[in-house]
């Protein structure tokens, strides 16, 4: 009953403000009234009667303050009060408030940001159902295993103790499948790369990926639209179906439901979509997000085309490696016992596989993984950045932590005399402690209000950033709430803790020193100076690193793209054409071939054409055995189109390059560059020498000409000995070919010629992967590219939060000792004398910052030593820099207040109050 | 004894106020008063106090106020003793009776 009417009365206070208040004032007065009255009658004159009422009622005010003080709600009352004096004093100093807001959002928005993305990447799993129960089957083997491998397997040919691979022959998928006691289901799965489709009479092309029949069912998926693949369709025999992806179907027919059903003309074979992916699905490896799912059985059909076909043979080799696997285990089966079971299993079918070529050659051995996240490739390829990333953001939040902290400090102290009136005219201590408080939880709000919209933009951004201009990025971060909660609730405490000291410092001292300041600020502890200058030093400290960092990686980057390549990168419009995949064949495609190449010729503003197996950088490198003067070796090598070496403008040294004289017919040539010259022709004239490829075709080749050595496959890796041969004269198998065109202005605005070229030679040809060189070299340096752009982008920030806090300090002493100044310039100090004082003490602590930074980088940059390239983690000029850098700011940052000492008028400094 | 700070004197203050207000409803002035008559001077209500336990009680639904005119003709805020204040006043007498009880024994204990 009573709760009920303290509420009531409660709300009744709160809507009707000013009519409670006034009714109030009215029963007080009314009673004064009364008591006046009461004294007349006892005999006073009016004036003594009233005197004598109000000193019995105690004041009007008073009594309506002790009325309002034993209500319920009071707190709330007290707390708008707060509220709405703390709103007046932050818009009163916006200088102060902005800093602050800004420091703490930046703060919470940029940690937030790049944590939700670690999250992603690094811990996102699969969205299928249960994936903890998942598994990924490699193996591991030691270096010197020998094995056929194809289609896009995870290999890693770099860890130092030997092969770490995913892929493996068919009949260990069916070994596998036996185990039902361990997996509930086991699926393959294999890459096809890129498929030619024909869609309603449009070619196009898409990336495709051959499934075994229980992959779908494994994943435990519900179709987006229709059905998904079933083992049925996994036969041989069975009629082609195939399974788009979510997006795919969007983007193709309109949507999923419109999809279902449809014929499509995939690598010239009619298939029926059956169904859709569900929405989110985009693979079991975030890299790949396949368009098309096809059955596994189905492949060697639809590669029939393919130089690399899949032939039925491929699923009874025991020596071919080209299925990727992964397991769902049982219900109480855990990895440990399925590894325990298998692994002896997968040894001894590996040794009854032993063939006479590689007998004596390690085995490898099984090695199961988690496969809750897929595969690892997208991760392992963006860690690296994150870690870096979150350091720094780390070394950002820092930072501005100090920053704040060090603002905070700054006000409280010139707060002190105000606190010590409040006090002295009947504030309790509490109320100004919590003055205080709310101030400071009002200043952590709003950082945190803008800090969640930081986040969500920096999301966005940073999906940007690492993107690069990829197409088809699968990385959709998510705003992680807990980040964002922790890093609120930490800016929060930062804000309080800060805000807090000094009130509680200033209202438990003596008022009475306090009050004797003449000017506001003018404390005589030292204390707290020396927390606010040991903040800006470590602000200064922790900065320098960054800029440390930022600079090598921009000069790495500069180093890398002033890479001396060999051929001119400018101006070259890269695309490839798959004709044998669109149904051309052996010397048809090769008519095809020519006639494009001398069509694309033709068109305005082309000045040379030509063509190669693939681009010289970005897409790896061919290497096979050759027999040249009695020895085998093995090169790498190129099949060349005519004019290749005018087209790159590779200068040639010797003899003549590829060119239209070189036919079918007549004696296959080859252009060997200056490296293999020297290493297998030294000293004797190459041209003329002959050598031979001993692969299927074993064709001899006489050498022609010799050209400059260009990077082949990579820009960091050094030249390399390389042969050129031309691609029509049989010395290896024609496949798809890279079209190079050199054109006379940006590249990219002779596409849509080339298209329509291509269109009207055969409609059924798909132009793929349409790119300009510089483009695809910039691709190659992407992750350099994103460290450089992040590094400079965090520097600069860090200077920028850490030039403000040296600012700030430096003004508010300034302001601290204006009446001092004042006195010391009507004392005859001169005005120079001033300001080298308070430029002095700014300098020392830039100074002292840098040095201590110094120290810090010097050790702290051998931890990137992996990301650089071409420069030394100590680089001296990067360093030089990079101190002159913080030191101009340093300086710059001190000048403003030490002007402001400098025009200090001592009159108005010694009136100043 | 004037009754001041009214924290340590609250238990007995809001009997008092219910005491007066039994016989009939009264405006501040009068209660104060009111009071010091009954308990023939020893307690003098200050309105610093009794202002604010008025507040309360009407809060707690104990009074209800409304606005009058006192004997000189001016106006004045009358408190009526509601049916849950009547209850409240032999709660409350209840209490005080059995408290000046147990500490009266307690102070003649040897």
């Keep these: 009953m009573s709760l009920f009417s303290s509420l009531r009365s409660f709300a009744r206070r709160i809507i009707h403000r ?31 009667a009233r005197r004598a009422a109000k000193i019995d009622l105690g004041g009007v005010e008073q009594v309506k303050e002790q009325v309002r003080a034993a209500r319920t709600g009071v707190w709330f009352d007290t707390l708008l009060q707060d509220v709405r004096f703390g709103l007046r004093m932050l818009r009163k100093n916006p200088g102060f408030t902005t800093v602050v807001v800004l420091t703490l959002a930046l703060g919470i928005g940029v940690n937030t940001a790049i944590f939700s993305f670690m999250d992603s990447i690094l811990v996102r799993q699969l969205p299928v159902r249960d994936p903890s129960s998942l598994v990924t089957l490699n193996w591991h083997s030691q270096l010197g295993f020998t094995f056929s491998m194809h289609c896009d397997g995870c290999t890693d040919n770099s860890t130092k103790s030997g092969i770490v691979a995913d892929i493996f022959p068919y009949p260990v998928f069916d070994l596998f499948r036996k185990n039902d006691s361990l ?56 009629a082609p179906v195939a399974v788009l992806s979510w997006g795919f179907s969007q983007g193709y027919f309109g949507g999923p439901q419109k999809a279902v059903g449809q014929s499509v003309v995939i690598n010239g074979i009619p298939v029926v979509v059956v169904g859709v992916a569900p929405p989110e699905f985009f693979g079991v490896d975030p890299a790949a997000n396949p ?139 509490g109320r100004v402690v919590r003055q205080l408080l709310t101030e400071s939880v009002l200043l952590a709000s709003f950082g945190g209000i803008l800090g969640v919209f ?106 890398l793209q002033h890479v001396e390549l060999g051929f001119n990168r400018e101006n070259l ?97 080859a252009v060997i560059n200056e490296l293999f010259a020297k290493a297998n022709f030294d000293g004797e004239n190459p041209i003329g020498q002959h050598l031979t490829f001993l692969n299927k075709a074993h064709r001899e080749l006489e050498v022609v000409g010799v050209s400059k050595d260009t990077r082949y496959g990579d820009v960091k890796r050094a030249p390399a000995p390389v042969v050129y041969f031309a691609y029509n004269q049989g010395v290896w198998p024609v496949d798809d070919m890279t079209y190079a065109v050199r054109t006379a202005s940006d590249p990219l605005a002779y596409v849509n010629n080339i298209r329509e070229t291509v269109h009207q030679a055969d409609p059924r040809l798909p132009v793929q992967n349409v790119r300009t060189q510089a483009a695809q070299i910039d691709q190659t340096m992407s992750q350099e590219i994103t460290f450089a752009k992040l590094c400079t982008a965090f520097a600069i920030l860090a200077l920028t939060i850490a030039s403000v806090g040296l600012y700030g300090t430096m003004s508010y002493d300034i302001t601290r000792r204006i009446g001092e100044i004042g006195i010391r310039i009507a004392l005859g100090a001169q005005r120079g004398d001033i300001v080298r004082t308070v430029l002095g003490k700014g300098v020392a602590l830039v100074t002292t910052g840098t040095v201590i930074g110094l120290c810090a980088s010097l050790g702290l940059t051998r931890l990137v030593a992996s990301q650089l390239w071409g420069i030394s983690t100590t680089d001296p000029r990067t360093f030089a820099a990079v101190i002159a850098v913080i030191l101009v700011v340093g300086l710059a940052a001190c000048l403003v207040p030490a002007r402001r000492a400098m025009k200090v008028d001592p009159m108005v400094a010694l009136r100043h109050e | 004894m004037t009754v001041g700070q009214a924290n340590l004197l609250q238990g007995t203050l809001d009997p008092m106020i219910l005491k007066a207000l039994a016989v009939q409803q009264m405006h501040g002035l009068r209660i104060s008063h009111r009071i010091e008559q009954i308990t023939k001077g020893t307690l003098q209500v200050k309105p610093g106090s009794l202002f604010p336990a008025l507040h309360r009680m009407d809060e707690s639904g104990w009074l209800s106020p409304s606005w009058g005119e006192s004997e000189n003709n001016r106006r004045a805020k009358y408190c009526k003793l509601t049916k849950a204040g009547q209850r409240q006043l032999g709660v409350e007498t209840d209490r005080c009776c059995r408290i000046s009880l147990a500490i009266a024994r307690a102070l003649e204990a040897s």
């Design chain 1, 18 to 48: 000013q009519e409670v208040d006034n009714d109030l004032d009215d029963e007080i007065r009314s009673q004064l009234e009364l008591m006046v009255d009461q004294k007349i009658e006892k005999g006073m004159n009016r004036d003594e």
């Design chain 1, 183 to 238: 997996f509930s289901s086991v699926f393959a799965y294999c890459s096809a790369r890129n498929l030619s489709l024909i869609i309603r009479g449009r070619a196009g092309v898409a990336k495709g990926e051959y499934v075994s029949g229980d992959y779908f069912r494994t994943l435990g998926l519900a179709p987006g639209a229709g059905r998904l693949i079933i083992p049925d369709d996994d036969q041989i025999s069975a």
């Design chain 1, 291 to 429: 368009d098309i799912y096809l059955p596994l059985k189905k492949a060697p059909v639809l590669t029939a085309a393919s130089s690399v076909s899949i032939t039925g043979a491929w699923y009874l080799d025991q020596n071919s490696y080209w299925v990727q696997m992964m397991a769902r285990l049982r219900p109480g089966v855990t990895l440990a016992q399925a590894q325990a079971a298998l692994a002896p299993q997968f040894h001894q079918w590996e040794q009854s596989a032993r063939t006479t070529r590689n007998a004596g050659t390690p085995l490898p051995f099984l090695v199961m993984g988690d496969g809750a996240r897929g595969l690892e490739v997208l991760r392992d390829e963006y860690s690296k950045p994150l870690y870096v990333l979150m350091t720094l953001v780390a070394i950002i939040l820092a930072i501005a932590c100090a920053n704040v902290a060090g603002l905070l400090l700054a006000r409280g102290a010139v707060r002190r005399r105000e606190m010590a009136l409040r006090i002295c005219v009947g504030a309790g201590r």
């Design chain 1, 454 to 559: 930081f986040a969500v933009w920096g999301v966005r951004f940073l999906t940007l950033l690492l993107a690069n201009g990829r197409a088809n990025f699968t990385l959709h971060a998510k705003l992680n709430w807990q980040v964002l909660a922790a890093a609120a609730a930490l800016s929060l405490l930062t804000g309080i803790f800060f805000g807090l000291a000094p009130a509680l410092q200033s209202t438990r001292v003596d008022v009475m020193p306090a009050l004797k300041e003449v000017r506001a600020g003018q404390s005589r502890t030292r204390g707290r100076m020396g927390l606010r200058q040991i903040l800006v030093v470590s602000q200064i400290a922790l900065t320098l690193p960054m800029l440390a960092a930022a600079g090598l990686f921009v000069r790495t980057l500069s180093n």
């Design chain 1, 573 to 669: 419009l890269l695309f490839t054409l798959n004709a044998r995949q669109a149904g051309h064949q052996n010397a048809e495609l090769i008519d095809l071939y020519n006639n494009l190449r001398q069509r694309f010729s033709a068109i305005p503003g082309v000045r040379r054409v030509t063509l190669s197996a693939s681009a010289l950088i970005g897409e790896g490198w061919w290497g096979t055995n050759v027999l040249v003067s009695g020895k085998t070796i093995n090169t790498r090598f190129l099949s060349v189109g005519p004019d290749y070496f005018g087209t790159m403008q590779v200068p040639l040294v010797l003899g003549r390059g590829i060119d239209e004289r070189d036919q079918s017919t007549s004696t296959p040539v």
